[in-house]
């Protein structure tokens, strides 16, 4: 099937194309609605000098936390990065560079990058050291930063269920980044939990439409939890 | 001291607890008073944990833990979320630090050679938000105040915090210097005095803290 099929049949196909020294965006938050198996495959491939742009670098042994087993990664865009002892070590021995970036200027960066915005103001980080090297502007007598936009050579994106035509939906607050990233990649791989009809997703519920979808695969998940908390059961 | 934080909650407040201490605010919400939490993660209306029968990977807060959502909660993109609280629709945001000084400026999210985890989304909530509190100790285990003339460490933000809560005190940040405001139970204004590195104003009379 062609047309607007985004279906691809394997993970191999899924990420054809990527190469060395690529800029990658990847949805999740912590391990929370991570592409698992897109990581894995662009471990598999041993691709290098890549910089990847995601709110987190996964914790060693999982999520994008391999990627630096193999020292696959160049760079990486991220607001925290704090649970991750080979991330440290790298950074720390000048083998990765890490560009800090505060939370909501980084999921407003993929936004715009995926919405045709070049850059963007914001109050976020004016007077700290994020602030170095960046236009200052006044409006209304407050000061704002000028912040630009990422786009990526690559998305990688983890949603719930999607149909052929690959508008998707994520599961709760596996959502977070995701439909960001989903924008902002030249070519956007999504891989979802399950495949349904077209025309069995709500329309006005779907959170990524089809038009930024380029490949789509179904996959299993591992879905490891990062902070186990439990109340006592009533 | 999250007894304290409690009772500037006020009935529909919309609020963002960070991590630590902040997040235990959440179990001193009066009775009868509807307050709505937001993790910056996505989720307005943060519950309670989980138990080990609804546990869900893809159900966290902004702090990783698993957490439940309370009835009438919603789930957003984190681009959204940042938009409430960019957009300054959250009523109050309560969040620890490192140093606060006398110019409102708040320092928490690194430590030159030590600490390098990053600063996840403090810097975009205290840039957003009009009404923040901040959390913390008043002085480090060596005895060094963390209430000072101006922060060493790198800030998170200039010129933004106006009210600050210790173990010691409740001080508000005015003109240049914290006025204590309030002493915690048993803790004499001399102790803050002494702990207190910036410009600090002491009115006549320092209530103790009430936490009702």
Known sequence: MAGFDKVVGSYEEAMAGIEDGMTIIAGGFGLCGIPENLIAEIKKRQTKELTIVSNNCGVDGFGLGVLLEDMQVKKMVSSYVGENALFEKQLLNGELEVELTPQGTLAEKMRAGGAGIPAFYTATGVGTPIAEGKEVREFNGREYLLEESIRGDFAIVKGWKADRYGNVIYRHTAQNFNPLAATAGKITVVEVEELVEVGELDPAHIHTPGIYVDRLIVGTFEKRIEKRTVTESA | ?212
């Open chain 2, 1 to 212: 001291m999250a007894m304290r934080v409690a009772r500037e909650l006020q009935d529909g407040f919309y609020v963002n607890l960070g991590i630590g201490i902040p997040t235990l605010v959440a179990n001193f919400v009066p009775d009868g008073m509807e307050v709505m939490l937001q993790s910056e993660n996505g989720l307005l209306g943060m519950g309670e944990f989980p138990t080990d029968e609804t546990i869900d990977a893809d159900m966290i807060n902004a702090g990783k833990q698993t957490v439940t959502a309370v009835k009438g909660a919603s789930i957003f993109s984190s681009a959204e979320s940042f938009a409430m609280i960019r957009g300054g629709h959250v009523d109050l945001t309560v969040l620890g630090a490192f140093e606060v000084d006398v110019q409102g400026n708040i320092a928490s999210w690194m430590i030159p050679n030590k600490l390098i985890k990053g600063m996840g989304g403090a810097m975009d909530l205290v840039a957003g938000a009009d009404n923040i509190i901040v959390t913390m100790t008043h002085a480090s285990k060596n005895g060094d105040s963390k209430l000072l003339d101006t922060c060493s460490l790198p800030l998170t933000g200039k010129g933004c915090i106006k009210k600050v809560l210790t173990d010691l005190a409740w001080l508000e940040i005015q003109d240049g210097a914290f006025v204590l405001k309030e002493r915690a139970p048993g803790v004499s204004v001399e102790e803050i005095k002494e702990k207190t590195q910036g410009k600090l104003i002491v009115p006549d009379h320092v209530p103790e803290m009430q936490f009702n």
